[in-house]
Nanobody, 120 residues
């Protein structure tokens, strides 16, 4: 089995910063890419940022210049540094890993989510 555990969410004032972490464990095999998504109540889950195994990154237009995704391959951990946070960034953030586990086929795995609240 593969498990993804997010951490680092919380309450921050507008203009503040948070750093999210996502640790992947279990029968990982080969990680193809990882990403952060966010989902507001009643809305679809949207990509925030993604990073490939080679380190290529992609960002939603709404977070470019403010968020930075990174990955520590040796620890199977991904990070999202969020700066200049806005109230509209507040929602639940989910970690995703697209990988080939040792005993299976390519699949997407998700964490349970971490809440980010931006409020004064």
């Amino acid at each position: 089995q593969v498990q993804l555990v997010e951490s680092g969410g919380g309450l921050v004032q507008p203009g503040g910063s948070l750093r999210l972490s996502c640790a992947v464990s279990g029968s990982i095999g080969s990680i193809i890419s990882m990403g952060w998504y966010r989902q507001a109540p009643g809305k679809e889950r949207d990509l925030v940022a993604a990073i490939t195994g080679g380190g290529s990154t992609d960002y939603a237009d709404s977070v470019k210049g403010r968020f930075t995704i990174s990955r520590e391959n040796a620890k199977n951990t991904m990070y999202l540094q969020m700066n200049s946070l806005k109230p509209e960034d507040a929602t639940v953030y989910y970690c995703n890993a697209r990988l080939i586990p040792y005993s299976g086929l390519l699949n997407d795995y998700w964490g349970r989510g971490t809440q980010v609240t931006v409020s004064s």
